[in-house]
DNA sequence: AAAAAGCTGAGGTACGTAAATCAGATTTTT
DNA sequence: AAAAATCTGATTTACGTACCTCAGCTTTTT
């Protein structure tokens, strides 16, 4: 039988309210009292029941997920997923808040952390912008005692006390050993198209991409980066001229969420041979492609995990409790047509 | 505010212990009380809150799992994930017997069954056999009202309620497909080493990866699979031989444990050119094949996600919840050397 | 018609924890 | 030395649900 705050109360031949406070860490308890509530506490092993404390405490976890505006389907999915989990949030005793901030303005995401800062959040979860003031801003969250989570984009060397996203650099590795295996013993030049290099998800993917093609497969020629900012009909116009202007490119890789510009521009005027083309990204536009054999291989990751993981991750925070750490990493799937979800 | 029963009984204008009886199908109640109680259920929304039902009823889940004695790295690690959710027990309300049975055997496995079937338990995971006694005590499992899990292997055209585990014919053509992209232009006998034949994941994985053999590659010729038991010395003289008999191998898809034994041999004599090696199973022999170039890709599948998945989905039937489709789908995992977690 | 048996509803207690209130002892202040 | 303030610990109530006991009413049995 579970030991429970009542044994533990006859174990060290005091009170309930003593041990609550020992356990609470609330003052008025006599030093000697203590170590015997704690001694009594190891001993039988006594291990909170959190679902009897949150229903005395009839506790909700107010938690704030700081989402930018960004019309691209992978941010409109995780948005999807975080109003699914307020959803569930009558049965999780969460309490979800969601503030919207400007996609890539440090400005904005630094005055919603602050705002943070200063409420009663029980933890925060945002997707991150790499600057040096946002780092500043986490780092009052972390001094309010705020658990912090960043959400699919890191912020690097702060103080935030997990990451639910994935490791982007392996991803661009994983992305150039597809494209230089699939390739084979193909010549040709690789083009990388980005939404913008200044997020930090894309610059690390593609310096992941570039490390491995460099070292690997040194006969493929990486062009410069094409950043189209994740605007389809501005893609559709940059690709097309770097196809025009470089008629032996073998390999596309679109690290960013510009497939709805690259697709169309690959299915109208299809290249022979075809190149070996990687996206990022599962939608229904590159599950389609995939099964078409536009494409060849789609990396993903998944919105839904991202999110429950991170709600998941502050709860156990809040309540000091560990992370389950291999459930909690986010892994980098690999899609090709024979393994659609 | 979340409704609780007193709203539900005040609208109504009766008992408490109406309500009750209402909520849990008790007889006792006239039709037009039971009726208007659900009507008071409906317009406010209520929805039992489960952390306080299992608190007052003290409740814990008896789960059984029922593992194959298998001495192959995945099922131990499957044991062991069995055991780290033992050692979750206290926490998540949760007490699992495990009942051990041999590999391979439907009888054991049936007796097992219809101990579970005879018992008290919540809810019982599995290792299927895919055998029609099998079938035939899962029915009975089912008409004991027991919710049922399979569990790495599925059990055809069964009442389970859910399948914690990989499709692995998917795998099997995913597998196919990386083979004859990484070969390319390249010729040569392609060769499956398989346990055995008789166990449904390996023939389903095998199937999946002749079909796309067959149909996409059919450059590559497939020999018959070489059946290792999972035995590293058989395996070893078994791929000895068919490597020393078709010196032409290009490709070596190893769909079972079979890991241990065919590693050694690849390092011992590399073949010229390499042949592309596919394996299942991450481990740390295969992660470090990864690494070293041995081999070119390993599929896996998480024992850790499956046996909590099993348990979330267990509670959830056990209680009458719904599950998220989208959390309990257990992904195949490729790894290549660039993603290794 | 009286007694027994069912039906329906009311009330109270328990689950394990949190937290407010209360009581007694000790220390400090006046 | 008396009064006040501070410690320390005990008791009690509440959280939302399950379930047990009991009371009043209706129906059936004798």
Redo the contacts with the bound molecule.
């Keep these: 039988?579970?030991?429970?705050?009542?044994d533990i109360?006859r174990s060290a031949?005091?009170?309930?309210?003593?041990v609550?406070?020992v356990?609470?860490a609330r003052?008025?308890?006599?030093?000697?009292?203590?170590v015997r509530v704690e001694e009594a506490i190891a001993s039988l092993g006594?291990?909170?029941?959190v679902a009897?404390?949150n229903?005395?405490?009839?506790r909700v976890y107010p938690f704030v997920f700081i989402l930018p505006v960004n019309e691209n389907p992978f941010m409109l999915g995780l948005r999807r997923e975080v109003e699914e989990a307020i959803a569930r949030s009558g049965t999780e005793r969460t309490r979800i808040e969601v503030i919207d901030v400007p996609a890539l303005e440090s400005a904005a995401l630094v005055a919603a952390l602050d705002k943070v800062a200063a409420g009663d959040a029980a933890g925060v979860a945002f997707v991150a912008v790499d600057a040096p003031d946002v780092r500043e801003a986490a780092g009052r969250v972390a001094a309010a005692g705020i658990p912090m989570v960043t959400l699919v984009s890191d912020l690097s060397q702060s103080p935030r006390d997990h990451y639910a996203g994935i490791d982007n650099i392996a991803a661009g590795r994983t992305a150039a050993t597809l494209m230089g295996r699939f390739l084979g013993s193909r010549q040709g030049k690789i083009v990388p198209l980005a939404g913008s290099l200044m997020v930090r998800d894309h610059r690390e993917r593609l310096d992941g991409f570039a490390e491995v093609m460099r070292q690997n497969f040194p006969h493929l020629a990486l062009l410069p980066a094409v950043e189209g900012r994740d605007d389809p009909e501005l893609v559709e116009t940059l690709i097309g001229d770097v196809l025009r202007q470089h008629p032996d490119i073998c390999g596309i890789y679109s690290l960013g969420a510009g497939n709805r510009g690259l697709l169309p521009v690959l299915e109208a005027k299809p290249l022979s041979p075809a190149p070996v083309v990687i996206l990022h990204e599962l939608t229904g536009l590159s599950s389609a492609a995939l099964v078409d054999g536009t494409i060849d291989a789609v990396l993903n990751q998944d919105a839904g995990h991202e999110v429950r993981s991170a709600i998941r991750v502050l709860k156990a925070k809040a309540d000091g409790l560990p992370v389950i750490a291999a459930q909690e990493r986010i892994r980098i799937d690999i899609f090709l047509k024979d393994n659609l979800p």
């Excluded at 031949?13 to 003593?18: D, R």
């Excluded at 006594?46 to 029941?49: E, G, L």
């Design positions: 039988m579970k030991p429970t705050v009542h109360a031949g005091v009170s309930l309210a003593t609550d406070r356990l609470n003052p008025g308890v006599r030093e000697g009292t203590r006594y291990v909170r029941d009897a404390a229903l005395a405490k009839s």
